[in-house]
């Protein structure tokens, strides 16, 4: 019985939403569904030439199917997940694994080292909202962030060893928080989804509260709620927050909120929820100002103003050039590990020396 090959299988089945039934479609009906269960079960192993087949019909390259991940994901928990059919579902979670596992695998050949101290541990409970003040606070202050706007949020969390994976699925995924092999934090996105810089760096923010906050004793809908709290909190602090609106507003302009949001990186929507929050407007005006912002039903995605950072995670791909750059991998292992054949690897690489 071939365990990994049967684990690997189903891997790549999962990654490309396939069922058996749509393998043995692609495949022209010439393997039957029965006989493709026996891959997935191990009893059978193909030979050769249905492995490349297979290949061909996943995507993948043939050493995908021999390849040992060790790779176990833990306390996964997503953002505008549940009424995605069980089959979407695995298939976002195979490509998290295969993207993670491809990065530790290029981190262990630098032998680099990444663990990671939850800044926010000493923390016991998140009740309110000035329980959430308090903790972005204590994590600008360790992470040593300081009230000024944050240039790149996925640098950020990298830099404190986060593993932020981008990936691109067409369904309702907005973002996840997970734990790999029990130690290994990862925060995942969906750029189709998210589309716009300030999105994504809301949404990964979020994913960190759920990930650093002490909120599991509380209910669900409370537990979004402090986790959009402390994403805002983190992108425009309080002392920021009064500098820039003052303590007390009658009215805010959506052209202020837009001067603000291509500063600090965060939507106009987020920032009026953010100064009703701190109290600098009131609940009412802040209403009034939803009911005629949404007047306009495309500003709800495509805000009249845009935020023109950039926010892509490029470590992978910069640890792969390094190892390439100190002949630590070839461009064959490094082609394997972009999961690229060589000549596509080839065709958007430079090496000089």
Same mark, same amino acid.
Request: some cysteine; proline content about 3%; glycine content about 4%.
């Given at each position: 019985?071939?365990?990994?090959?049967?684990?690997?299988?189903?891997?790549?089945?999962?990654?490309?939403? /396939?069922?058996?039934?749509?393998?043995?479609?692609?495949?022209?009906?010439?393997?039957?569904?029965? +006989? %493709?269960?026996?891959?997935?079960?191990?009893?059978?192993?193909?030979?050769?030439?249905?492995?490349?087949?297979?290949?061909?019909?996943?995507?993948?390259?043939?050493?995908?199917? /021999?390849?040992?991940?060790?790779?176990?994901?833990?306390?996964?928990?997503?953002?505008?997940?549940?009424?995605?059919?069980?089959?979407?579902?695995?298939?976002?979670?195979?490509?998290?694994?295969?993207?993670?596992?491809?990065?530790?695998?290029?981190?262990?050949?630098?032998?680099?080292?990444?663990?990671?101290?939850?800044?926010?541990?000493?923390?016991?409970?998140?009740?309110?909202? #000035?329980?959430?003040?308090?903790? +972005?606070?204590?994590?600008?202050?360790?992470?040593?962030?300081?009230?000024?706007?944050?240039?790149?949020?996925?640098?950020? %969390?990298?830099?404190?060893?986060?593993?932020?994976?981008?990936?691109?699925?067409? #369904?309702?995924?907005?973002?996840?928080? +997970?734990?790999?092999?029990?130690?290994?934090?990862?925060?995942?996105?969906?750029?189709?989804?998210?589309?716009?810089?300030?999105?994504?760096?809301?949404?990964?923010?979020?994913?960190?509260?759920?990930?650093? %906050?002490?909120?599991?004793?509380?209910?669900?809908?409370?537990?979004?709620?402090?986790?959009?709290?402390? +994403?805002?909190?983190?992108? /425009?602090?309080?002392?920021?927050?009064?500098?820039?609106?003052?303590?007390?507003?009658?009215?805010?302009?959506?052209?202020?909120?837009?001067?603000?949001?291509?500063?600090?990186?965060?939507?106009?929507?987020?920032?009026?929820?953010?100064?009703?929050?701190?109290?600098?407007?009131?609940?009412?005006?802040?209403?009034?100002? /939803?009911?005629?912002?949404?007047?306009?039903?495309?500003?709800?995605?495509?805000?009249?103003?845009?935020?023109?950072?950039?926010?892509?995670?490029?470590?992978?791909?910069?640890?792969?050039?390094?190892?390439?750059?100190?002949?630590?991998?070839?461009?064959?292992?490094?082609?394997?590990?972009?999961?690229?054949?060589?000549?596509?690897?080839?065709?958007?690489?430079?090496?000089?020396?």
């Amino acid at each position: 019985m071939d365990s990994l090959f049967s684990e690997r299988f189903k891997c790549a089945r999962h990654l490309n939403g /396939f069922s058996l039934q749509d393998v043995s479609d692609n495949l022209g009906n010439a393997i039957s569904k029965q +006989a %493709l269960h026996k891959y997935e079960t191990g009893d059978v192993t193909p030979d050769s030439d249905m492995i490349g087949k297979l290949c061909n019909v996943f995507n993948v390259r043939p050493d995908f199917f /021999f390849t040992n991940t060790n790779i176990e994901i833990q306390k996964i928990e997503f953002r505008k997940f549940d009424s995605l059919p069980t089959k979407e579902q695995h298939k976002i979670v195979e490509i998290v694994k295969d993207n993670v596992s491809r990065y530790l695998e290029v981190e262990n050949i630098l032998a680099l080292t990444s663990e990671f101290t939850n800044p926010l541990k000493n923390i016991e409970k998140i009740n309110s909202l #000035d329980d959430v003040e308090k903790a +972005a606070e204590t994590l600008r202050d360790v992470w040593k962030i300081g009230n000024n706007p944050i240039s790149s949020c996925i640098e950020l %969390l990298e830099d404190n060893n986060i593993k932020v994976i981008q990936i691109d699925v067409e #369904d309702g995924f907005d973002g996840m928080q +997970a734990w790999i092999n029990g130690s290994i934090p990862i925060i995942a996105f969906n750029r189709i989804k998210l589309k716009s810089p300030d999105r994504i760096r809301f949404t990964i923010l979020h994913e960190l509260g759920h990930m650093l %906050l002490p909120i599991g004793h509380l209910p669900e809908k409370q537990k979004e709620t402090i986790c959009h709290q402390f +994403a805002g909190a983190l992108l /425009f602090s309080k002392s920021a927050a009064n500098k820039e609106l003052g303590l007390r507003r009658n009215r805010l302009m959506i052209e202020e909120l837009g001067e603000l949001k291509k500063e600090y990186g965060i939507s106009i929507q987020a920032l009026a929820m953010r100064a009703r929050d701190l109290g600098i407007i009131t609940k009412s005006y802040c209403k009034s100002f /939803f009911f005629m912002f949404n007047q306009i039903p495309d500003w709800k995605i495509n805000e009249p103003i845009q935020y023109q950072g950039k926010e892509q995670s490029t470590r992978f791909n910069q640890l792969i050039f390094r190892a390439i750059a100190e002949n630590l991998i070839s461009i064959n292992k490094a082609a394997v590990l972009k999961n690229q054949t060589v000549s596509e690897f080839r065709q958007k690489t430079l090496v000089i020396g």
